[in-house]
């Protein structure tokens, strides 16, 4: 997950159990509030009817003007129960009905004197009032259907608003995250774009001081860092092997010589030449790390210019053949290019010229016959070319660095090399923004694919 939406989720998270939260408390305080209004109602109603009690002159007689005259006045659905000092009924405000009570209730309000259930249905407030010098047992039992409509109003509307609350805050965490995150992404993708090849890359920094722009400075500092190392590096490797090229010149003109001029028996004359083939490596190495070095300076000075590739590949094999003439070559032209295929693309023709002989030289070296077949495509988007030989392959786990320096494989332990040719191949193909990959479509067939995009 990215952090964007880590981010997003843990705010949105957050929000919703901080909300959840305090609607419960509001749902909850609400509740006693219901409860507390509605309990000083039943209080109000209970003062109502003992002042009634108090000023009536007959008590019985009155009741029923006025109690049907104040009824629902202040609670709905109300039902009066009044007893006197023997906990007899004296007046009931329900009608042609039986009348129920119960008398541990009655018991109970001569130790408390007010008791409230809230708990039944109808909810039950009692009380018991001494009045002009009797005492009476009044219970008044009421539904609250306003405030429990009201409280049941409250939820819905909570759930609603927390619903939609936790959406919206949703869609903007995810959306501000975005936003601030934004500079972070721009970072990574130009992080991404750096490589060992392109270290002086500065990342643009903000004139913010924001951690993103610290973190900005602080790359572009370990960048520079990392440039002066890989420069020394480069340079030293360039110095030296300039350095070395002079004497192992010197020493195979040499060899040469005393392989011409003079007569040795054949056990000397063995040695000199495995001496000879010994400094024509170790020449080659040190051509090989100059051109590396060579291709891993930005400010390399080259023309491009547009280049048939059949005749890199023609002009490629002619070279060649100098060192092995026995190199055959099956050159075609695939049936599935278009008919208007030009195959021409713009590079520099002597490092294409490099690329092909490094293909067609490992093809010569480790096929079984001396035979390469080259296949040449162009599509809309693409021209590429095949060079297929057989010979040995390549064990499926030395495929990942096959295009690394000093590396080779099992099937040239008894060949000479400097196990940089391929290395070569593919640094060229970089900074001509090709791309070379290596298969085995079949056994004992190897075949590199070298793609151009037009």
């Not at 008791?115 to 039944?120: A, D, I, R, W």
């Amino acid at each position: 997950m990215s952090l964007k939406r880590k981010i997003a989720l843990t705010l949105c998270i957050s929000f919703s159990i901080l909300l959840g939260i305090v609607m419960v408390i509001i749902y909850i305080l609400f509740n006693d509030f219901r409860r507390e209004e509605f309990k000083e109602r039943f209080v109000q109603r209970l003062e109502f009817t003992s002042h009634f009690i108090l000023k009536s002159k007959d008590f019985e007689e009155e009741a029923p003007v006025f109690f049907n005259e104040n009824s629902d006045n202040v609670l709905l659905n109300e039902k009066i129960l009044i007893f006197n000092s023997d906990k007899e009924l004296v007046y009931s405000t329900i009608k042609d009905q039986k009348v129920t009570w119960d008398a541990k209730l009655l018991s109970d309000l001569d130790k408390k004197k007010a008791v409230f259930t809230e708990k039944t249905f109808p909810e039950i407030y009692a009380a018991k009032r001494n009045i002009n010098g009797e005492n009476y047992y009044i219970i008044t039992s009421a539904y609250d259907t306003n405030g429990k409509s009201k409280l049941a109003y409250l939820k819905y509307l909570l759930i609603t608003a927390y619903i939609a609350s936790t959406l919206l805050i949703g869609f903007f965490s995810y959306y501000f995250m975005g936003k601030f995150l934004h500079p972070l992404e721009q970072l990574n993708q130009e992080v991404s774009e750096i490589t060992a090849h392109k270290l002086t890359t500065q990342i643009p920094v903000n004139n913010s001081k924001d951690e993103i722009s610290i973190l900005a400075q602080s790359f572009n500092t370990m960048i520079v860092r990392l440039n002066d190392v890989f420069q020394s590096q480069k340079d030293f490797t360039a110095s030296a092997s300039h350095e070395i090229r002079t004497p192992i010149t010197r020493i195979a003109f040499q060899i040469e010589n005393l392989i011409k001029l003079e007569e040795h028996s054949p056990t000397t004359l063995l040695g000199l030449q495995q001496m000879l083939r010994d400094v024509y490596l170790l020449s080659d190495l040190t051509n090989s790390l100059l051109l590396l070095t060579k291709f891993d300076k930005e400010n390399i000075q080259t023309i491009y210019e547009e280049v048939r590739v059949d005749e890199v590949i023609f002009e490629s094999f002619d070279r060649l053949q100098k060192s092995f003439p026995k190199l055959k070559m099956d050159f075609n032209i695939s049936e599935k290019s278009t008919e208007d295929a030009l195959l021409t693309i713009s590079s520099v023709q002597s490092l294409l010229v490099i690329v092909f002989v490094n293909l067609l030289k490992n093809a010569a070296i480790y096929s079984d016959n001396e035979e390469v077949d080259v296949l040449l495509n162009e599509d809309e988007n693409n021209i590429t070319v095949d060079v297929i030989s057989c010979g040995d392959t390549i064990p499926e786990k030395e495929q990942p660095r096959l295009f690394d320096a000093f590396t080779r494989g099992n099937n040239s332990q008894n060949i000479s090399g400097s196990g940089l040719g391929l290395r070569i191949v593919k640094r060229i193909l970089e900074y001509h923004g090709a791309a070379i990959v290596y298969s085995s479509p079949a056994e004992n067939l190897n075949k590199f694919t070298v793609i151009f995009n037009k």
